[in-house]
């Protein structure tokens, strides 16, 4: 392509001009952005009289410091000449050469700069004349990593001329005064879309150029062709025009849809016989069916960038996304927590994740403020383009509060400092902690939008979550025993040659568990299946519906059935009693525990110690989404469940979910299950220690658990001493920091009234409920929508959790309102039957085969007609 010498830097957000680099003569090193239009911008170094060596390349640091892609320095002196020799070693390829006039007949003066070979990007080489023998020996004296530039002075050129030089590989310099358009400016004669096509080649017989239209992320949006004529048009306006092959003539994309495009470079590729057009496409897209590109649905971070964008202008009323973009505070602390995730990340997954997390909320503030993807990577490629370095070292402070929480995680007492010096005992480093405190929101004073907003539990990207779950459970599927143990390496960095316990369990591992531990088990679980085992009716139900028709219900226990324990951040063997005693007492013939294993690989005791209670034959150390899959399809050594059941975190979920819909895995779940909540309805006459001792038993969960405290008008000295009950007892608790980060996900309601209370209760249908009100037995029957309720001050819901007999395995998400939790009935299957008798069947047949012949099904009409007309036979 040709190349553009001018004496101004080219404006950022000017309409396209230029179809090559630009060569910038002046010297304007601050008027420059490395993001602007163009092919690149190239600064001449102004060399004046006395400067040294050292203060030529200062001056050509600066101007690649300021963004341009390469300097040219003409070697008019040995002071360029060795300035250019330290920027080519230590800058390649960021270095052009202009040789000094007389040079016009050959590149022999090259030899005498030998330095540079392989390290030069350009020549700028002045000649007498463009004839094709001329510039072709030209090109094979030049070293084939430099490119050569011919500079005909102040000739004429035409496009025969751009033409014969580009078919060579060489490049020509145009003067902007010749570059341009009649109606802009009397001395142009070159148009620059005509020029850049004048470089091409095509062998198709209709002289058209395959065109890849792309956004500024280089997402290809579709496949258009361009013609010389399409080619200058988008030159001329700056926007995407192509030739049009079904109906001829040019086709300006958007012209009648709205979906225009500003085009910001075009580029050819290797052979020049195709091209790329870089393009800002408006909506709803490139497509004509209305989707951003040709190619299916966008992914990735450009598609995020779009739906926030939607978000902002048309946000859902009470969506996250919507809360995000109007409380900054929010906002913020959200970017604050997920860098600290990040940098507590370890294992390659979570550090992906942890990644993400950050890149959403970070580009939600650069939405929220009109910032841009390609704004964003302007910047990244203005940096790159910087030859000088900051040394990049952290604020001072930063990294001591990083040691300090190192220090409090392992115990140490000492903070050390980066230069591994202990820090001065009077100034003890701080590690700056979010306030464990609720917000507070008035019923009376929110609108609808925002009453509805309250009801949103913390949002889960299911797909992005399926998306991952997905090979995981394909791999167990495909690969079995052996996927399973690469998973557990991977996910739970434990190595095992078996991920399998077969009954009877070592006992070594039940003697690991305390005795106070066993007994606390025991008595726990005599409780769990004292109340299960009074849901069981051995009964049948027996109907007679009419004379001789008796229908009957009955009850079967499901025969293999999977329960899933979680580990991860706690050791849940009050789960694996939970789940596996109302399974013992439904009479399942084959259990199976699956639950992560410690770090050393072995299972948790106290989970052993339960299994072995509950009569399980099989404990599969992995914990989720391949435990799931390997209970829902069997291995080897896994057997295959009819059911699986269990909470666990996101993954778990949507394996649950989707193994519910394969065929191939033909099982049932228990229901789907999103983080632990919590809501509290309590008065002025309930003890604020309490209250605040409950919300903390469910904040502690996760750092996705949500608890809510519905405050029936309360008075100010309540509210104030809940917030300070929470700050007491939150910041004494060990898993504090959890906590902190639940807790800003959730708040406080205040209400007017005990019915308003429960209204919202109902709405919201939480996992768990607790009443902290006078006579709360009397709201019960108000209640439609809970997983279990607490009911007074002395029902806290950790014995719920623990040992009073219900079970504590429940519906989360507000799935309360149409889920119930664990209970026996989930390990069991109902079977009906009927009777009838020949009188029975004289009386009803009539009823059947009417139905039967409306609905158009003669078989079944036939096999009732042909018994009534044997009993009917016989009465005659």
Not at 91 to 101: C, D, E, G, S, T
Not at 563 to 583: D, H, N, R
Not at 597 to 610: A, F, N, Q
Request: charged share 20%; hydrophobic share 40%.
């Amino acid at each position: 392509m040709f190349v553009v010498e001018s004496n101004q830097v080219p404006e950022p957000d000017s309409r396209m001009t230029i179809g090559g680099p630009v060569l910038v003569t002046g010297s304007c090193v601050g008027g420059y952005r490395a993001n602007g239009l163009g092919h690149g911008v190239w600064a001449t170094v102004t060399v004046a009289d006395g400067d040294s060596t050292d203060e030529v390349t200062d001056k050509a640091v600066a101007l690649l410091d300021a963004g341009f892609d390469k300097v040219c320095l003409q070697l008019n002196s040995s002071r360029s000449l060795a300035a250019a020799a330290s920027i080519a070693q230590a800058y390649p390829q960021r270095i052009a050469l202009r040789l000094w006039n007389g040079d016009s007949t050959s590149l022999s003066k090259l030899a005498s700069v030998s330095p540079f070979a392989g390290q030069l990007h350009a020549v700028i080489l002045a000649v007498d004349s463009l004839s094709a023998p001329g510039v072709a020996a030209l090109v094979a004296e030049c070293p084939k990593s430099t490119r050569l530039v011919l500079d005909i002075g102040g000739s004429a050129v035409d496009y025969s001329d751009i033409a014969t030089v580009s078919k060579t590989g060489a490049s020509l310099l145009l003067r902007d005064s010749v570059l341009g358009y009649t109606a802009d400016s009397p001395t142009a004669t070159i148009e620059p879309g005509r020029a850049f096509a004048a470089c091409l080649n095509t062998d198709r017989p209709d002289g058209l150029f395959a065109t890849v239209i792309v956004d500024e992320q280089r997402t290809a949006l579709g496949v258009a062709y361009s013609s010389v004529e399409s080619i200058a048009e988008s030159f001329r306006t700056a926007t995407g025009v192509y030739q049009s092959r079904s109906r001829g003539g040019l086709w300006v994309k958007g012209l009648t849809s709205g979906a225009t495009q500003r085009v910001f470079r075009i580029d050819a590729d290797c052979d020049k016989d195709a091209l790329q057009f870089v393009v800002n496409q408006q909506d709803p897209g490139f497509c004509h069916l209305n989707t951003r590109t040709c190619f299916g649905p966008d992914s990735g971070i450009t598609a995020l960038e779009a739906t926030l964008r939607s978000r902002r202008a048309n946000a859902p009323a009470g969506s996250y996304t919507a809360r995000l973009f109007n409380d900054t505070n929010l906002l913020h602390a959200k970017i604050i927590e997920e860098a600290s995730e990040l940098c507590e990340a370890t294992d390659k997954d979570e550090i992906a994740w942890e990644a993400a997390d950050l890149i959403y909320f970070a580009l939600v503030k650069a939405v929220a403020n009109g910032v841009s993807l390609a704004d964003i990577e302007g910047h990244l490629e203005k940096r790159a383009k910087k030859v000088t370095r900051r040394a990049g070292d952290a604020k001072p402070g930063a990294l001591e509060k990083i040691a300090a929480a190192a220090a409090s995680k392992t115990g140490q007492d000492k903070v050390v400092s980066a230069t591994t010096t202990a820090a001065p005992a009077a100034q003890p480093a701080v590690i700056e902690k979010q306030e464990i405190k609720l917000r507070i929101h008035s019923h009376s004073s929110l609108s609808e939008d925002e009453k509805s907003a309250l009801l949103q539990r913390p949002i889960l990207d299911l797909k992005e979550i399926s998306s991952r779950v997905t090979p995981i459970v394909q791999a167990v599927r495909e690969r079995g025993d052996d996927a399973l143990v690469e998973l557990t390496a991977k996910f739970d960095n434990v190595k095992l040659t078996s991920t399998v316990l077969k009954a009877p369990f070592p006992q070594h591992l039940i003697d690991e568990v305390k005795p106070a531990v066993k007994a606390a088990i025991d008595v726990a679980f005599a409780n769990i299946a004292a109340f299960h085992k009074a849901q069981v009716s051995d009964s049948t139900l027996s109907v007679e519906t009419m004379p001789g028709v008796v229908c009957s219900r009955f009850s079967r226990p499901i025969d293999r059935v999977g329960l899933y324990v979680p580990g991860g951040t706690a050791i849940l063997p009050s789960t694996t009693l939970m789940l596996g005693v109302p399974a013992m007492v439904a009479g399942c013939k084959e259990i199976v525990v699956a639950s992560p294993p410690r770090k050393d690989g072995t299972p948790v005791p106290e989970v052993v110690y339960v299994a072995d209670k509950i009569g399980a034959g099989t404990i599969v150390l992995a914990g989720g989404a391949q435990a799931v899959a390997a209970m829902a399809y069997g291995t080897k050594s896994v057997p295959k469940v009819d059911k699986i059941v269990g909470p666990g975190n996101q993954y778990v979920t949507a394996a649950k979910m989707a193994l519910q819909n394969d065929t191939q895995a033909m099982i049932a779940i228990d229901m789907p299950a999103g983080p632990s909540e919590l809501l509290v309805i309590a008065d002025n006459d309930s003890n604020p220690a309490y209250v605040v001792s409950d919300l903390l038993s469910q904040a502690e969960h996760g750092v996705d658990s949500q608890v809510i405290l519905v405050a029936i008008a309360p008075t100010s000295e309540f509210l104030a001493a809940i917030q300070h009950e929470l700050a007491t007892q939150g910041e004494a608790l060990p898993r504090r920091d959890i906590v902190r980060v639940s807790i800003s996900k959730s708040y406080i309601l205040t209400v007017e009234s005990r019915d308003a209370a429960l209204e919202f209760s109902n709405k919201y249908a939480p996992e768990h409920l607790i009443l902290h009100i006078e006579q709360p037995e009397s709201t019960i029957p108000q209640i439609q929508n809970a997983g279990s309720i607490f009911v007074g001050p002395w029902s806290p819901e950790s014995c719920g959790d623990y040992a009073s007999g219900t079970n504590h395995t429940l519906p989360t998400y507000g799935y309360a309102r149409m889920y119930s939790g664990v209970n026996t009935d989930t390990f069991l299957k109902h079977i009906t039957s009927q009777t009838l008798t020949m009188e029975g069947l004289d009386l009803l047949g009539d009823t059947v085969t009417t139905l039967a012949e409306i609905e158009g099904l003669e078989a079944h009409r036939n096999a009732v007609a042909i018994r009534l007309k044997d009993i009917r036979a016989k009465k005659i």
